[in-house]
T-cell receptor, first 117, second 112 residues
Framework: GAGVSQSPRYKVAKRGQDVALRCDPI?????LFWYQQALGQGPEFLTY????????KSGLPSDRFFAERPEGSVSTLKIQRTQQEDSAVYLC???????????????FGPGTRLLVL | AQSVTQPDIHITVSEGASLELRCNYS??????LFWYVQSPGQGLQLLLK??????LVQGIKGFEAEFKRSQSSFNLRKPSVHWSDAAEYFC??????????FGAGTRLFVKA
């Protein structure tokens, strides 16, 4: 597609529910990133994929957070047993790796706004 | 540790006035530097980036930024602000790895 897409755009969950957030990166982009953006803050890195390999998950806040990208394209961020502090906007970004000077330029999706009640 | 500081939480300028948004970073070498803009309900849009070379970089929508190594700064400027520029602006750095570190953002208000 033309850009990074995310779904759903909004999600309301009851505390304790599991949620799954989807990201469709730009076609051909090898790198995929997930960020968490709390209200009034900048995005904070969660995890990084190069193709299907999750090379860095150091930013995941707890073991309730899990991300996958099984075929190297679409990615899903799953949050188990959601807590109120998980309420945030979850941003996905992709970038083109392997060649070119733009390897560090990330293209962001619109985000999923998660509200945990 | 690397960090990005945007000292101004919010700034108000009159339409047509000039704009400068401040960004300071902490890193021992020259990082990759970015400015993004985020409108309400939207993702981040890249305005401009600095990787190397000319320290004055031009971006989209009439924005420019100047990298000053001696001051560890990468301030964003625009000579004449339009009402549509009202948004949140984020400065970010990358040191060559997977992580990009963002500042807390500066919200720009434009008054008529």
């Amino acid at each position: 597609g033309a850009g990074v897409s995310q779904s759903p755009r909004y999600k309301v969950a009851k505390r304790g529910q599991d949620v799954a957030l989807r990201c469709d990166p730009i076609s051909g982009h090898v790198s995929l990133f997930w960020y968490q953006q709390a209200l009034g803050q900048g995005p904070e890195f969660l995890t990084y994929f190069q193709n299907e390999a999750q090379l860095d998950k150091s930013g995941l806040p707890s073991d309730r957070f899990f991300a996958e990208r099984p075929e190297g394209s679409v990615s899903t961020l799953k949050i188990q047993r959601t807590q109120q502090e998980d309420s945030a906007v979850y941003l996905c970004a992709s970038s083109l790796v392997a060649g070119g000077g733009d390897v560090k330029t990330q293209y962001f999706g619109p985000g999923t706004r998660l509200l945990v009640l | 540790a690397q960090s990005v500081t945007q000292p101004d939480i919010h700034i108000t300028v009159s339409e047509g006035a000039s704009l400068e948004l401040r960004c300071n970073y902490s890193y021992g070498a020259t990082p990759y530097l970015f400015w993004y803009v985020q409108s309400p309900g939207q993702g981040l849009q890249l305005l401009l980036k600095y990787f190397s070379g000319d320290t004055l970089v031009q971006g989209i929508k009439g924005f420019e930024a100047e990298f000053k190594r001696s001051q560890s700064s990468f301030n964003l400027r625009k000579p004449s602000v339009h009402w549509s520029d009202a948004a949140e602006y984020f400065c970010a750095l990358n040191t060559g790895g997977f992580k990009t570190i963002f500042g807390a953002g500066t919200r720009l208000f434009v008054k008529a």
